[in-house]
């Protein structure tokens, strides 16, 4: 694991040019809800108290605000988010792109206007760190963020449990899941958020977590048509880049994010949000008089 913000990628300056280049030449994107996947999944976790049973989460992912998101797309987005029905809100990371000043109020000012009832939660990406982790921390508390990066929050709902924990981006060596592992109580069903998908092949040989949620590869920004996948894999996005996979025991869900890097264009690849809806595997007993 790795503190320092010094995995940046080469050529920096020349990447933050081109971001500068493509936000004031390229005509703005204006939001519009039509433009915009709803993905709705169920996903049954072992144990899970009927307390969670139909509890919903939003996922945000891959922001990448100043490239194909700008300001006034953000804030018509977040207003839009706040129409919708959920209980949680989790973040999993790259919320800039290559250039985070002049841009910092405007992110925590929108991480502020989510209001669901349970708390705001995220975890940081690769870009995250290489513009200033600690910037993004703070953005993180001035607007309630819970940063669970390598952390764990037991959520409590009519006397059910359910760990919601996070691990820092791996791309830069910054996850610690073995701090995860010591913080969980492994009685409870486990969400594990990840910024990057293809930790789940770390994660999954622990058999401690029940889902993890990640984003990272924009869905490769382009997906083939019927066969709902991409040929464009980064690193750590090249084994689970979009959709839902089974790893071991457990299941992985890629989100295609919101934003672009480096190309502001996508192909049968539209931004998405997340709802994720949990089920319980439990029987209900009814009692008959």
Request: hydrophobic letters at 35%; charged letters at 25%.
């Amino acid at each position: 694991m790795k503190n320092e913000d010094n995995e940046k990628p080469k050529a920096m300056k020349i990447r933050q040019g081109i971001q500068d280049t493509i936000t004031h030449t390229m005509p703005d994107k204006k939001f519009k809800v039509e433009n915009i996947d709803l993905v709705e999944i169920d996903i049954e976790l072992d144990n899970l108290g009927w307390g969670f049973h139909n509890y919903r989460i939003l996922n945000l992912s891959d922001i990448h605000l100043g490239q194909w998101i700008n300001p006034e797309y953000l804030e018509d987005l977040i207003d839009y988010v706040n129409t919708l029905n959920y209980d949680l809100v989790t973040l999993t990371g790259d919320y800039v792109s290559y250039v985070l000043d002049g841009y910092d109020s405007i992110l925590k000012n929108a991480f502020l206007k989510l209001k669901p009832c349970d708390g705001k939660f995220g975890v940081l990406g690769n870009h995250d760190h290489w513009m200033g982790s600690d910037k993004i921390r703070s953005i993180f508390r001035d607007s309630g963020v819970y940063d669970l990066s390598n952390d764990v929050f037991v959520l409590e709902k009519d006397g059910d449990c359910l760990n919601l924990c996070g691990v820092d981006s791996c791309t830069v060596c910054a996850d610690d899941l073995d701090k995860v592992l010591s913080c969980m109580n492994h009685d409870y069903p486990s969400i594990l958020l990840a910024h990057e998908p293809d930790f789940a092949k770390e994660s999954s040989k622990t058999h401690a977590f029940d889902f993890q949620l990640s984003g990272h590869s924009h869905g490769g920004q382009f997906i083939i048509p019927k066969f709902e996948t991409t040929p464009f894999r980064g690193p750590n996005s090249t084994k689970y880049p979009v959709g839902l996979y089974k790893v071991e025991d457990m299941i992985q869900y890629t989100s295609k994010g919101l934003g672009t890097n480096s190309f502001r264009i996508r192909v049968n690849c539209k931004p998405e949000i997340t709802i994720i809806t949990l089920k319980t595997n439990k029987k209900q007993r009814i009692s008959i008089e």
